[in-house]
């Protein structure tokens, strides 16, 4: 049919003409409950202001579509960025919660040292956010780590530790390395307090030594005021993070219609979060863990155990992780993990990890690293159980700039075995 034409002169024809369009629109639209994500973000402009410093910068990352695995699936599948944030990952959100819980609690005070073990984005963020607060940053690093992620925390001011991977029950797992460095502080703190004389002035130190004969440590800083271990792993507000922060965002963003979530677990803090805010919301959205190999997370939520009868002999290795995805995985229930909500999970395998990022470069433009690779891996997997027609979030953990060295490096992966030959989406059954 051929477009109606108004036909009036001067302004107010021209007003007329408006009039009429506003009021066809007003009568005729409805809002479409079925409509897609994206004229829930297109349909009208906010006007943007400036953020308040870094910190404000941090959350309210956009959701993206994953073009390639949408079209390949018939779902909509959908991938926070958080690798926009300005830490580089979804862990800037949780280093925020640490430290403001912390300085709320009167554990952590200017000048104070938050101390870490992580095997990179954790640290990373730590190191970006604690500036801000005016505290330093100590991290503990598994040595197996890709080198850059330690490079980039030198980079930020923080004094970093590299030590061999040892299993969490050891002494010197990095994770209780940290914890002891974070004690340290306390103690060197406390020493240099009681060393200060009547007039307030704080004793000579000379070589290293203070005037009473006390060692000084050359980890913290000679204005240290103590230390606080931020013990991702446990410490809730990792999830308190995402369950107010990730999860509603999420469903602002999807208009609360989605039916699907899923993502890797590491620390657990993303996947609880999300999980039991989306479920609080509306109890008929999915949420689903993808596992990489060597954690025992698949068996603790598909079998309500997490070691297999072998294992719980004692035949299990002290590093049993035969993986080059980092970040996620894990053999033991955290505090967090334990917050979460799962329907269900799904094992991944470096080798669909891999292809995945691949893939996503050649086809989305997407440079994602290794666990935001898997868990794009994990989207596929829960829209080929759900079938076409469902909508699936996923996390975009960070990009693939910290992962150069070892999951984007072709001759780590060729004496791996990896070595991405895919053409597709074959390596998930799909053609």
Known sequence: MAP?????????GAAAGIAIAVVTYCALYKPNKNRNFRSIFFNKKKKLKPRKGLVDAIGNTPL???????EATGCEILGKCEFLNPGGSVKDRVAVKIIEEAIESGKLTRAGVVTEGSAGSTAISLAT??????????????????????????????????VRPVSITHRDHFVNVARRRALEANELASKRRRAVDKDGKELEH???????????????????????????FENLANFRAHYEGTGPEIWEQTGGELDAFVAAAGTGGTV?????????????I??????????????????GVMYTKEEAEGRRLKNPFDTITEGIGINRL????????????????????????????????????????????????????????HTIVTILCDSGMR??????????????????AAAGLEFLGIK
């Open 64 to 70: 993206i579509r994953i073009n390639s695995l949408s």
């Open 286 to 303: 999915k949420c689903f863990l993808i596992d990489p190999p060597g954690s025992s997370l698949f068996n603790k939520v598909t079998r």
């Open 129 to 162: 956010v604690a500036p801000t607060y005016g505290c330093k940053c100590l991290v503990v690093i598994p040595d197996d780590a890709a080198v850059e992620k330690s490079q980039i925390l030198e980079a930020l001011g923080a004094t970093v530790e590299r």
């Open 334 to 389: 955290t505090q967090n993990f334990m917050m979460a909500k799962l329907d269900g999970a799904f094992r991944g395998t470096d080798r669909e990890a891999v292809e995945m990022s691949r893939f996503l470069v050649k086809n989305d433009g997407l440079f994602l690293g290794s666990s935001s690779a898997m868990n794009c891996v994990g989207a596929v997997r829960v829209a080929q159980s759900l079938g076409p027609g």
């Open 272 to 284: 609880a979060g999300v999980s039991r805010f989306l479920q609080e919301n509306n109890p008929n």
């Open 4 to 12: 109606v034409t108004v036909r009036a002169t001067g302004a107010i």
């Open 403 to 420: 992962h150069l060295s070892k999951f984007y490096d072709v001759h780590y992966l060729s004496q791996q075995g990896l070595t991405p």
């Open 206 to 232: 000379i070589n290293g030594y203070g005037s009473d004969g006390a060692i000084q440590s050359s980890k913290f800083p000679s204005d240290c005021t103590g230390g606080f271990f931020a013990d991702q």
